[in-house]
């Protein structure tokens, strides 16, 4: 049964969030539901290759396009789309402009494996 008294759940916005950063990367948690972290994501610049051994990673446009490099080609995730890199898959990210911000969904405490 839900307790009447409890506060609402807190309202968050993601893109409104993201304009408060000026740092060249910036990857904040969000929210935990279940075993999974929401992470946010602004970048204006590349991020090192790597892997994730145990966890599916996804990635949500909300800013900019997101290009997403693997090692047999790349994706461009524009605002609104979402792509799922599985498991153990090596990839990086970039902005394909000035800016990009990203919402990404991974098992809580994923390993990354970093692979420059």
Excluded: C
Excluded at 35 to 40: A, C, G, L, P, Y
Excluded at 53 to 72: A, K, M, N, Q, R
Excluded at 75 to 102: C, D, K, L, Q, Y
Aim: hydrophobic share 40%; net charge negative.
């Amino acid at each position: 049964m839900t307790d009447p008294k409890a506060a609402p759940p807190l309202l968050i916005d993601p893109l409104a969030l993201s304009r408060l950063i000026d740092e060249p990367y910036q990857n904040l948690s969000l929210a935990t539901i279940n075993d999974h972290e929401i992470r946010m994501s602004v970048m204006t610049r590349q991020f090192r290759w790597h892997r994730h051994p145990d966890s599916d990673e996804t990635f949500y446009g909300v800013d900019g396009e997101l290009v997403i490099e693997f090692e047999s080609g790349e994706v461009v995730v524009e605002p609104g789309e979402f792509v799922t890199v599985p498991a153990g898959t090596r990839h990086r990210t970039r902005p394909a402009g000035a800016r990009s911000v990203n919402l990404t969904f991974e098992r809580v405490g994923a390993a990354t494996v970093f692979e420059d």
